[in-house]
């Protein structure tokens, strides 16, 4: 099984605070992809990263794509609570498969 | 409209019902997709159609029966359901198959809350 693993599962914090995300796997994938998703609505991509030890940036928001293509991390600046949602990393397989990960559920307080 | 229209967005039925979900693309894509969406799983992908043709059946029950009119239409009919089967499902389309590189990218529906009694 291809399972990408996100930590945390749940993470909560207060406006301001800085937090990383992190999906790991033990497959190589040709790319990554990160997706917001907020309550009641689908997901939103955020961005993908192909490259091995690839670096983006997206205002406060920084995704790394591992040297290996097994891992990524995405990290936000000085949260805020529109920052709220459930982040969805997703590993492309070949051309056109996305395997999506266990998810990780941010709530950021005011 | 724009985007990726789902309808209805709250389905409850009996496990003897049968109902249908539908999917509507207004972005001129190529593929459609049906995710499934439980609290403690990931994302799983159901069935894809590219071209109105039917590329990927992951293994779904038969239960879980897709229709694709054509490039911009998705339904998912739904018969004899069990309560394992409640779970938001998730309508998605793309420009291509192809997803791994810098242009592609899913664009997702608000989903279909389904509740099985």
């Known amino acids: 099984t291809q399972l990408l693993e996100q930590s945390p599962q749940f993470l909560s914090i207060q406006e301001g605070e800085n937090l990383t995300v992190y999906c790991n796997s033990s497959?190589?994938?040709?790319?990554l992809q990160w997706y917001r998703q907020e309550p009641g609505e689908g997901p939103v991509l955020l961005v993908t990263?192909?490259?091995?030890?690839e670096v983006k940036k997206l205002k406060r928001l920084t995704f790394q794509f591992g040297d290996a293509r097994k891992d990524s991390s995405l990290h936000i600046t000085a949260a805020q609570p529109g920052d709220t949602g459930l982040y969805l990393c997703?590993?492309?397989?070949?051309?056109?498969?996305?395997?999506f990960g266990t998810g990780t559920r941010l709530q950021v307080f005011p | 409209e724009t985007g990726v229209t789902q309808t209805p967005r709250h389905l409850v039925m009996g496990m003897t019902n049968k109902k249908s979900l539908k999917c509507e693309q207004h972005?001129?894509?190529?593929?459609m997709y049906w995710y499934k969406q439980s609290a403690k799983k990931p994302l799983e992908l159901m069935f894809v159609?590219?071209?109105?043709?039917?590329?990927e059946n992951n293994s779904v029950p038969s239960r879980f029966s897709p229709e694709c009119p054509n490039s911009s239409h998705l339904f998912l009919h739904l018969h004899t359901l069990q309560p394992e089967d409640s779970a938001l499902y998730l309508c998605?389309?793309?420009?291509?198959?192809?997803?791994?590189?810098?242009?592609?990218?899913?664009?997702f529906g608000e989903g279909s809350r389904l509740t099985v009694l």
């Open positions: 997703a590993g492309a397989k070949g051309t056109d498969k996305l395997i």
């Open positions: 972005l001129g894509h190529n593929a």
């Open positions: 159609y590219n071209f109105k043709e039917q590329t």
């Open positions: 998605a389309s793309s420009q291509y198959l192809r997803l791994a590189d810098n242009t592609g990218e899913l664009f």
């Open positions: 990263v192909v490259t091995g030890g």
């Open positions: 497959s190589v994938f040709s790319s």
